[in-house]
């Protein structure tokens, strides 16, 4: 079945203990992505990947890293999580980073950071 | 700068009564791709439809209709005969412009709640 998986789903950490949430996708997309969803904000980007190696910043990168040392793994990590990164966030893939196919979206991780 | 505003928050109808969420979309590109998608509350993202800026076809895809409209830079969502599993978040998203970067701007969503 092709989907993106998120791991965890449900995570409660303290601030400043280091975390990764993973993300894989089975469909050999080359574009993948991160977003975090907060109330009355919608989604907003993290970090999006063209293809292995390439990465870059989306609209709210600070406090966030990724790699992408594998077409379809985009680990995101969280070096010294804080508070205001309590959110949901969701990893995408998508076909091509040369047109806006349809992104398929993982299941979501709800992060709380005390 | 692309920006996407659903201007209705929340909005509740009784079943069966047919229901229109709003999207109004800011972009300088010529070509951009316009999406929809649901969110359950079991919290995923549930695609629903891609639509790009050359075509202004009205879509319909079962009780789901979708209304473009270039000149008012508008893609309204209109639900016919509304059911109970209609309850959920709906987002617009635009995409286009950021070549290499299929980033999805969206709005802030619109909860819809249908009373049975």
């Known amino acids: 079945e092709a989907q993106v998986t998120q791991n965890p789903r449900y995570l409660i950490t303290v601030t400043g203990k280091k975390l990764t949430v993973t993300c894989s996708q089975n469909?050999?997309?080359?574009?993948m992505s991160w977003y975090r969803q907060d109330p009355g904000l919608g989604l907003r980007q993290i970090y999006y990947?063209?293809?292995?190696?390439?990465?870059d910043k989306g609209d709210v990168p600070e406090g966030y890293k990724v790699s992408r040392k594998e077409k379809r793994n985009f680990p995101l990590i969280l070096e010294s999580p804080s508070p205001n990164q309590t959110s949901l966030y969701f990893c995408?893939?998508?076909?091509?980073?040369?047109?806006?196919?349809?992104?398929?979206f993982g299941p979501g991780t709800r992060l709380t950071v005390t | 700068a692309q920006k996407v505003t659903q201007a209705q928050t929340e909005i509740s109808v009784v079943e069966k009564e047919d229901v229109t969420l709003d999207c109004v979309y800011e972009?300088?590109?010529?070509?951009?791709?316009l999406f929809w998608y649901k969110q359950p509350p079991s919290g995923e993202l549930v695609f629903l439809i891609r639509?790009?800026?050359?075509?202004?076809q009205n879509e319909i895809s079962g009780r789901y209709s979708w209304n473009f409209q270039k000149s008012t830079s508008s893609f309204n969502f209109t639900i016919t005969a509304s059911q109970v599993v209609d309850s959920a978040v709906y987002f617009c998203?635009?995409?286009?412009?950021?070549?290499?970067?299929?980033?999805?701007?969206f709005g802030t969503g619109t909860r819809l709640t249908i009373i049975p």
């Open positions: 995408a893939s998508s076909f091509s980073a040369t047109s806006p196919y349809e992104q398929y």
């Open positions: 469909m050999n997309h080359e574009y």
């Open positions: 990947s063209m293809n292995v190696e390439v990465t």
């Open positions: 972009t300088r590109d010529t070509t951009y791709y």
């Open positions: 639509r790009n800026s050359f075509d202004e």
């Open positions: 998203a635009l995409s286009g412009g950021n070549f290499g970067n299929e980033k999805l701007t």
